[in-house]
Every structure is written in C-alpha cells, then in structure tokens.
Nanobody, 122 residues
Framework: QVQLVESGGGLVQAGGSLSLSCAAS????????VYWYRQAPGKQRELVAS???????NYADSVKGRFTISRDNAKNTVYLQMNSLKPEDTAVYYC????????????????WGQGTQVTVSS
C-alpha cells in the first residue's frame, strides 16, 4: 500500500516560519519526483516547489527565496521549509510523488497526500 503522510501545518503569524513534512510508505522517494502544491479556497491548485532527478529543485516565483524543498532519503521524507510567511501563503498544502520520466509504463505512478492546512495571520 502506498501512502504519503503530511504533517507540520498550522497557524503562524506573518513573517514566521513553518516546516512541512511528507513521509512516504510503499514507494522510495529517491526514485520519485516530488512536488508540493497548494490550494487556497476558491482557487486552483498551484505548484509551489519540486525536487526532481534526485536533487534538482524548482520554485514558484511567489515563494522563491522564502521556501526550500529538501529530501532525506534515509527517512524517505521530503520537506518544505517555509520562511517569511505571508497571509497569501494561506492554503492547503499537498505532497505529490510521481514516477520519473522514462519509467516503464507498467510501473508509472502518481500519488497524493491528504493535505495539511497552513494559515498565516497578518
């Protein structure tokens, strides 16, 4: 059974920091491309950050310089460190793991976590 378990969400004041974790079971994160998405009420889900090909990272312009995605292979966990939080960062944050490009079709996957709420007060 594959499961992504997210944790670390909560309430924080603007300018504060929060760390999100996504722990995987049933898959090995080091073999996966991992993405953090967020969705605010009434808005489309947007990509926040990604770590692909083991170590290559990318960030949305809105969070660049404030958020950091990282991977701990020993713990099979991906993190999202969020600093200098703003009220507009308020959303449900989701972890997504996908098989890498080039993976045989019979082994491809796309899994999502349950989401964790992040609320930033002004």
């Amino acid at each position: 059974q594959v499961q992504l378990v997210e944790s670390g969400g909560g309430l924080v004041q603007a300018g504060g920091s929060l760390s999100l974790s996504c722990a995987a079971s049933g898959i090995i994160f080091s073999f996966s491309d991992v993405y953090w998405y967020r969705q605010a009420p009434g808005k489309q889900r947007e990509l926040v950050a990604s770590i692909i090909s083991g170590s290559s990272t990318n960030y949305a312009d809105s969070v660049k310089g404030r958020f950091t995605i990282s991977r701990d292979n020993a713990k099979n966990t991906v993190y999202l460190q969020m600093n200098s939080l703003k009220p507009e960062d308020t959303a449900v944050y989701y972890c997504n793991a996908r098989s890498r490009g080039g993976t045989w079709s019979s082994m491809r996957y796309d899994y999502w976590g349950q989401g964790t709420q992040v609320t930033v007060s002004s």
